[in-house]
């Protein structure tokens, strides 16, 4: 059975940084394309990184040069560094695992962007 948790949310002010953590069971990370989304209230679901096998990454317009994406093949966990937060950062951040046999989302952890 294919399971994402992550963790790592929380309450930071403008400006400050957090890590969050997608870790994986039942589903290797790096055979997959492995992607971070955010859903803030009232809003749709919208992708915020994504790193590909290869190691190739992909940013939103909105997070470039602030939140990078990594992969520890070894602990099987994709990780979301998020700096220089703003408050329209705020939402509920999922983790989503893809590939031709896989579209797996875990169940989020929020993030609180305080002004």
């Known amino acids: 059975q294919v399971q994402l948790v992550e963790s790592g949310g929380g309450l930071v002010e403008a400006g400050g940084s957090l890590g969050l953590s997608c870790a994986a069971s039942g589903v290797i990370f790096r055979l997959n394309v492995v992607g971070w989304y955010r859903q803030a209230p009232g809003n749709q679901r919208e992708l915020v990184a994504t790193i590909a096998p290869s190691g190739t990454t992909n940013y939103a317009d909105s997070v470039k040069g602030r939140f990078t994406i990594s992969r520890d093949n070894a602990r099987n966990t994709v990780y979301l560094q998020m700096d220089s937060l703003k408050p329209e950062d705020t939402a509920v951040y999922y983790c989503?695992?893809?590939?031709?046999?896989?579209?797996?989302w875990g169940r989020g952890t929020q993030v609180t962007v305080s002004s």
């Open positions: 989503n695992a893809y590939s031709y046999n896989t579209n797996t």
